[in-house]
């Protein structure tokens, strides 16, 4: 298994240019997250799946958009890219099993800059 | 989002053991502790996750008390490999939302 994978694992973008992140798991997992790191600080929740055609707002939405419509993608969108989301991104996906585990597999995170 | 509050950073030595301290005062009752592990350019990586009372395994111990408003993440023997920062997060299973402080910073020093 390859676990998550992201693409690209960086890019340079202008401010104003749109582009889309991309984020597979082949684990099967219901779940799925998208978070931003900026330097010396925690992660942040953008917005998370609980399963293909569901999903919702985390702590950080604005400015990011996101769709499910299979299992294993979860791809974030950057629509008009301000250089205030210059961070890292990661994407984790887990299973939560009926006793309440739940452990989120995370993606090695792609690196953006806005300039 | 219930929050948790950890030290800012913590210094050791090669071989002591760690005890880093997470508050939880607002945790729901379907908020499952969490501790997370990262390195410099790398994703979060899972280490334990409990209830309550207490969870080992092969690479640390989750001590809970019978209130669950603090938790106490247990290093035995650490290692300069060790150093990374660690994160105390509530996963609330059924809603699907987890939310990660700023961590602790471990500087394990030979």
């Known amino acids: 298994n390859a676990g998550v994978t992201q693409t690209p694992k960086f890019r340079i973008l202008k401010i104003g240019q749109s582009m889309t992140l991309q984020c597979t798991q082949d684990?099967?997992?219901?779940?799925m997250y998208w978070y931003r790191q900026d330097p010396g600080m925690g992660l942040k929740l953008i917005y998370y799946s609980v399963g293909a055609g569901i999903t919702d707002k985390g702590e950080v939405p604005n400015g990011y958009n996101v769709s499910r419509s299979t299992t294993e993608d979860f791809p974030l969108r950057l629509e008009l890219a301000a250089p205030s989301q210059t961070s890292v991104y990661f994407c984790?996906?887990?299973?939560?099993?009926?006793?309440?585990?739940?452990?989120?597999?995370f993606g090695p995170g792609t690196r953006l800059t806005v300039l | 989002l219930a929050k948790t509050t950890q030290p800012v950073s913590m210094d050791s030595y090669e071989g002591q053991e760690v005890n880093i301290t997470c508050s939880h005062n607002n945790i729901a009752t379907n908020d499952y502790i969490t501790w997370y592990q990262q390195f410099p350019s790398q994703g979060p990586r899972f280490i334990i996750q409990?209830?309550?009372t207490k969870v080992t395994n092969e690479v640390a111990s989750l001590f809970i008390p019978a209130d669950r408003k603090s938790s106490t993440l247990s290093l035995p023997r650490v290692s300069l490999s060790d150093t990374a920062v660690y994160y105390c997060l509530l996963l609330n299973t059924n809603a699907g939302k987890s939310t990660f402080g700023d961590g602790t910073t471990l500087t394990v020093k030979p």
């Open positions: 684990m099967n997992h219901n779940y």
């Open positions: 984790a996906s887990s299973y939560p099993g009926t006793s309440g585990y739940n452990e989120q597999f």
């Open positions: 409990g209830y309550k």
